[in-house]
Every structure is written in structure tokens, then in C-alpha cells.
């Protein structure tokens, strides 16, 4: 039996080849070309061809995919070449609002997590920071085979929650807790990524984990909003929408995790936390209540579910 089904059309067989030399002549002109990418393109041709069940697999990662080759792009079109990066004005704002006084000086509440580290709390943190993409990616693949109407719902939301965050990237960059630490206030845009109190992880259990990947950063002056705050508390939003009761309380316990942890380990003030928050509500509120409401789109979301549904691909 040939791996490779029959499409609908000789036009859709050839349409994902089409785009992939596409997306990897666009990758090396702007980006340049790289392993991930290559890897990206191997595994959505094989996924497309090689079943039926695969097939619809990949298509329903379709918004995903979509997502990931923006923020990839991003390293092609920093947001500092854009705006002025807000580096001091963000830090006397912070200082100014969740300032701890210390003697006579104030502090953030970064700085103070900095001087009152502890092993276990460093460990902790780091785990929960961990979880920011790998347990988006592990609730996506359960909605795929639990509920294909939520799976598209969460997809969607997540992409505009992200659009949302990347827009304000462009329009206000700003610089993280760690670079005032380690650069001071002036602005240095050959700056790399830098993994701040992630570090402390590598550094006791003598590995690379975050130190490798915080080095394929897209950008360094996009600290607010903090899309890692955004990421587990859309899941919860959807999760409520669920029986699993435990689904609930892991996300939510992630959730306050992270938003924790993105302040202890200085890579996010708590004003990106919160600026996250807002971007996560009003991304899932805009999808819902906007989108979701529009007779055109919902059609749109019909026919997508049916793409993706056994039987009907």
C-alpha cells in the first residue's frame, strides 16, 4: 500500500512542497537558514502525506505553525529599530508602584528576590518556567483528539493573544529586570538573550538547558507584555470549559507558578506580568465575543472542524 494518499486535487498535492520551498527561501533571506527550519518543513510534508489521520493532524496546527514563523521572523526585524526601548522609564514606573524599601533606597521587587535567593525556591521556579510552552503545546495535542471545536478555539485565541503581544513588542519595546542588572540603562542592541536566574538551574545541576535555549531568542527588548503570563491562563479559560477537573488545577497552578517565577527570576517586572495578563483576557474576549460572533467566521471555523474531523478529509 503506497504511504502517500491521494489529494484532492493535483493542485493540493503540490500546494505544501510549494509552500515549504517558499517558507525556506523566505527564511534564508531573512532570518537565514537553519536546522529548525528544515526540520519544520520535514515534518509537516511527512505529516501531510503520509495519512489521512496525519494529514488532518498538521492542517489543525496549521494557526500554530503560522504562529511560530512570526515570532521566528521577528529576529529579521528587531523592535528597537522601530521605537525608543523603554528601559529606565519601565524600571522608576516599577519601583515607583511595588517598590520595597530597603534602609534608605527602594528597590524592585526583582532586585529584592535577587539579594534573597534561595536553592530550593531557584529550582522550583525554574521548573515552572519550563512549563510555558511545553504545556500549551500538551493541552493543544489533547483538545486535537478530545474536542476538535475547543482545539480550534484554544489555537485561534492563542494566536491572537500572541498577534496582540507582538504588535505592542514593535510599539513600546521594552528591556527586561535582568539588562538594567547586567548592561545598566544604556542601550545596547547587540545584546544576546540571557537566561538571568534560570542560570542558578544550569549552573547546580551543571547543564545547558536554559542557557541553550534562551540563546535562540527572537528578541531581547520584548519584556511586556510578558506572554509568558498569557500562555497558562488562556489554557485555564479553556480548560474550565472541560470536564477534566485536573486539567483545571494544573493550569492554574502553573499559571500562578509562572507569573511568580517570571518576577523571582528577573526576566519579567511585575508590570509585564500584569500587561500579560490583560494581553491573554483581551485576546480570548476578542476571539469569543468578537470573532467567534461574526456569522462569516464561524462558518469559517465550521468548515475547519470539518477539514480536520475523521471522515471528512
Known sequence: MPIIKKTSSPASFLIIPLLSVLYLFFSKTTTGLRTDHLVLVAIVNVCYYLSASTRRLIIGLGIIIVYWIIYDSMKAWPNWSFNTVDILPLYNLEKSIFGIHIGNNIITPNEFFLLHSNLLVDIICS???????PLPLFFIFYLYFKN???????????????????IIYYVHPAAPPWYIAEHGTVLDVTTKSYAAGLLRFDNYFGIHLFEGLYSKGSNVFAAMPSLHASYPLIGLIYAIKLPAKWLRILFATVMIGIWFSAIYLSHHYILDVLAGIG??????FIFEKVLFKNKWFRKFMKKYEEIITENNF
Not at 489555537?155 to 498577534?163: D, E, H, Q, R, S
Not at 494581553?279 to 480570548?284: E, F, H, S
Request: overall charge positive.
Open 127 to 133: 521548573l515552572f518556567y519550563l512549563c510555558w510552552m
Open 148 to 166: 476538535k471545536n475547543l482545539f480550534l478555539r484554544f489555537c485561534m485565541a492563542f494566536f491572537i493573544v500572541n498577534c496582540i503581544g507582538f
Open 279 to 284: 494581553c491573554g483576557l483581551l485576546g480570548v
